[in-house]
């Protein structure tokens, strides 16, 4: 096989339609029709379909930005007295009632007072609940 003796295969190009000579098809007026803005070049374009408008309209905005990283579930210093025990571990918060997921990140914030010493582990905490947990005798790990 040499290159010139490579053809394409039969169909597979079209010659380009020559607009615009002799009175058959695209000739005289070249598919366009007799007179009007469309028959002229650069003529009206657009939205071809009427109702095209209205649909554009009813599409919302997309604008902003959607993190695609869940956002932590939250529990205040104040709330840790309701864990039974001393230590404080995001499946114990679930099983509380403090947190409804316990597969998603916790943090603890400095809302509240503490006055039971915990243990917490797992957790993202504060520098202010972490100096409030060290202060009422607990540790954070």
């Known amino acids: 096989m040499k290159l010139h003796t490579i053809s394409s295969n039969d169909g597979s190009r079209q010659r380009k339609q020559r607009v615009g000579r002799g009175m058959a098809r695209k000739g005289k007026t070249s598919g366009r029709g007799s007179k009007g803005q469309r028959s002229r070049s650069g003529g009206k374009s ?45 499946k114990l918060l679930k099983a509380a009632g403090l947190i409804t997921d316990s597969s998603k990140k916790v943090k603890i914030l ?25 202060a009422a005798g607990g540790k954070v790990e």
């Open 46 to 90: 657009g939205l071809k379909l009427k109702g095209m408008k209205q649909t554009l309209l009813r599409v919302p905005k997309l604008r902003g930005f959607k993190s695609m990283h869940a956002k932590a579930e939250v529990v205040n210093v104040g709330d840790l007295d309701r864990v039974k025990g001393a230590l404080v571990t995001p």
């Open 110 to 134: 400095s809302n509240g007072e503490i006055q039971n010493s915990v243990v917490v582990k797992g957790c993202k905490v504060s520098k202010v609940a972490s100096e409030k947990i060290v």
